[in-house]
């Protein structure tokens, strides 16, 4: 165990709203570079599980450490994607993917240049002067979506991110966040509700009990990139994950 191996370090993580336990005793560790899928029944703890990564929640025991030290979003160079849209309303498509690079103090050409391929692989061209209440819920996502992927991040932590979103979107961006992973070689979080998604993505599905949610299991997927989710070995990780869902 090293702070080289591990990017995160959950250690006896607890949470507790008032008398509600949302997390209880959650430990595990996720490797540098690795791509980890939480899934986990709705409402069993895991935004409340992120937000304590992101320390938007103190935890109530336990601890995070990211690169061995307490998670700090202004030190760690990570990036987080909410469950709601939260694109800044004030800002327009184009100057919300700008927004994180231009706080970063990144050159103006190189802004210039990344925030024209996201705006691309977004498909939001069309909607670049917009304001985000002019556009549907999918559309506002993936300008968060861009801005999280623009800015290069070592840890990226996703909350249902394409919930929103009609299949054929969540298809392509599927694909573009394995891209990414495998470009950058970041180290994602991803959490969702849709086993396939998970199967399809992940290098480890983490399986989340009823809250109080603790790890009930860690399953490596080993399938070769591009994933066939109609291959035989596709379907029997899908079936056991759904099958440890389906006890509660
Ligand atoms: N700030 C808060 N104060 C009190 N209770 C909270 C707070 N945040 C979350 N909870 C409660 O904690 C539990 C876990 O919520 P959380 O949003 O983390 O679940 P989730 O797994 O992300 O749910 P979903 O699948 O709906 O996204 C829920 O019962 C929720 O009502
Ligand atoms: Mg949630």
């Known amino acids: 165990m090293s702070e080289k191996e591990y990017k995160v370090e959950v250690k006896n993580l607890c949470k507790s709203f008032g008398t509600l336990e949302v997390l209880k ?8 570079g690795e791509f980890v899928c939480v899934v986990g029944p709705t409402g069993c703890g895991k935004t409340t599980f992120l937000n304590t990564l992101t320390c938007l929640t103190e935890p109530t025991s336990g601890e995070i450490l990211v690169d061995g030290e307490p998670a700090n979003p202004e030190k760690h160079n990570l990036s ?28 103006k050409e190189y802004i210039d240049e990344r925030v024209e391929n996201i705006i691309s692989m977004m498909a939001l061209s069309k909607y670049r002067d917009r304001y985000p209440h002019e556009l549907s819920t999918s559309a506002e996502q ?29 298809f392509y961006l599927e694909d573009e966040v394995v891209r990414l992973w495998e470009t950058l070689g970041c180290t994602i979080v991803f959490i969702t509700h849709n086993v396939e998604e998970a199967v399809y993505l ?5 399986i989340l009990s009823q809250k109080p949610a603790s790890i009930k299991e860690s399953i490596a997927i080993d399938l070769p990139r591009p994933r066939d989710i109609a291959s035989k070995k596709f379907i029997e990780y899908r079936t056991h994950i759904v099958d440890m869902i389906k006890w509660w």
């Open 202 to 206: 992940a290098e480890r599905v983490l």
């Open 142 to 170: 993936k300008i968060v979506i861009g801005r999280a992927f623009a800015m290069n991040p070592d840890l990226l932590l996703m909350d249902e991110p394409y919930g929103q979103m009609d299949i054929k979107t969540r």
């Open 25 to 32: 005793d959650c430990s595990f560790n996720i490797k540098r």
């Open 80 to 107: 987080f994607v909410f469950q709601e849209p939260s694109a800044v309303p004030w800002l327009t498509v184009e100057q919300n993917i700008r927004f994180g690079l231009e706080i970063k103090k990144k050159p």
